[in-house]
């Protein structure tokens, strides 16, 4: 094929897909909203939607094998935060630090410590029990909220709202008795409320509220909290799977700190510590210089359509914004 004839191919800086036609890019860049918050690869830095999704690029089966990250990888990276490493010493100092272990069963399920005004986010974890003929209704019956340093706040057990007619023993591991001297719903909210917002009692929320699934938390709670402060483990788009389908608590948990949950009945506070684990090393990550998302405005979406197929990849880049706020803006 002669130079005149051949094609022009455009490709994206971020995933490396090809076009054919400039505005076909253009339009990839608008709905993948690629930016230096997505997750990549160590090695050759492809942008993906969730870190699942460079796990099965950095596990692709052998006949669909190219390049070198599947060999780098299994040599220098860690199966957990999916980082490259110099080396195997370094690797293996790395883990030492990446690979927690499972927090300790709370003593004393029932207490409530002073709320420390320094605090900036803590964890909650609610565990229901069943009402209503056939068990269905969710019932809050535990509470337990920590710290950033895995601190109890508040733990109590609750007095249910209905009659219980499915305790959920092998999941929740209660009884009849445990909930019998537990405060009332509206003492337990009201608790709550209070430490969300760092002690004072005009409503508005100051802490952010991290958790898993944490719709489902509220609503058992009949708490409303602001959205913008809402830290959820099950709704991050980096820890969803390839689909953006959630990820379960328990999966997240094994696969990115290194150890198991819920191998038996579900314990609020190890949930909670979980939780909380997972959002403080989503939170922590270095994405280097990224120009703040609000200077961008509306992103590529705030462009012409003409000045965008001016633009070279590179700079269809540097405009594009995250679809998602990223955890690692709340260290500013």
């Known amino acids: 094929m002669s130079p ?23 339009e990839h860049m608008k709905i993948s909203h ?3 918050h997505q997750p990549r690869c160590g090695v050759c830095f492809k ?19 190219k390049g070198d990250c599947k060999t780098i990888f ?6 957990l935060c999916l980082q490259i490493f110099e080396d195997a010493t370094a690797l293996a100092d790395h883990k030492n630090n990446c690979h927690l272990s499972a927090p300790l069963p709370l003593v004393n399920p029932t207490r409530t410590l002073g709320v420390n005004t320094r605090l900036k986010a803590v964890a909650i974890d609610c565990e229901m029990v069943g009402g209503g003929d056939d068990g269905s209704i969710d019932l809050c019956a535990s509470v337990c909220l920590v710290d950033e340093d895995e601190h109890v706040i508040f733990s109590t057990h609750v007095q249910p ?14 009884t009849q008795e445990d909930l019998k001297n537990g405060m009332r719903l509206q ?13 004072h009692n005009d409503g508005a929320g100051r802490l952010l509220l991290v958790g898993h699934d944490l719709r489902h938390d509220m609503k058992c709670l009949k708490l409303q909290y602001p959205s913008h402060l809402l830290r959820d483990t099950a709704k991050y788009v980096p820890l969803m799977k390839t689909n953006l389908v959630s ?3 328990k999966y997240l948990t094994r696969s990115y700190l ?3 949950i819920q191998c038996g009945k579900h314990e609020p506070y190890e949930d909670c510590v979980s939780a909380m684990r997972l959002y403080k090393r989503m939170r922590d990550q270095e994405h280097g210089k990224a120009e703040k998302e609000e200077e961008k405005g509306d992103g590529l979406n705030s462009w012409k359509q003409s000045d965008l197929e001016k633009m070279k990849p590179e700079e269809l880049y540097h405009n594009s914004t995250s679809e998602y706020r990223c955890w690692c803006l709340d260290r500013r």
């Open 187 to 199: 003492d337990v909210r009201e608790k709550v409320l209070a430490i969300l917002c760092g002690g």
């Open 74 to 79: 299994s040599e220098r990276g860690c199966a």
């Open 4 to 26: 005149k004839t051949a094609k022009i191919r455009h490709r994206c800086v971020a995933c490396y897909k090809m076009f054919n036609r400039r505005q076909h890019l253009v």
């Open 34 to 36: 690629h930016s230096l």
């Open 258 to 260: 290194g150890y198991k």
């Open 247 to 249: 990820q379960s608590l």
């Open 161 to 174: 709202q209905l009659p219980v007619t499915d305790y959920r023993h092998k999941v929740t591991g209660l």
């Open 47 to 65: 942008h993906c939607k969730s870190f699942e999704s460079v796990r099965e690029h950095l596990n692709v089966p052998d006949h669909l094998f």
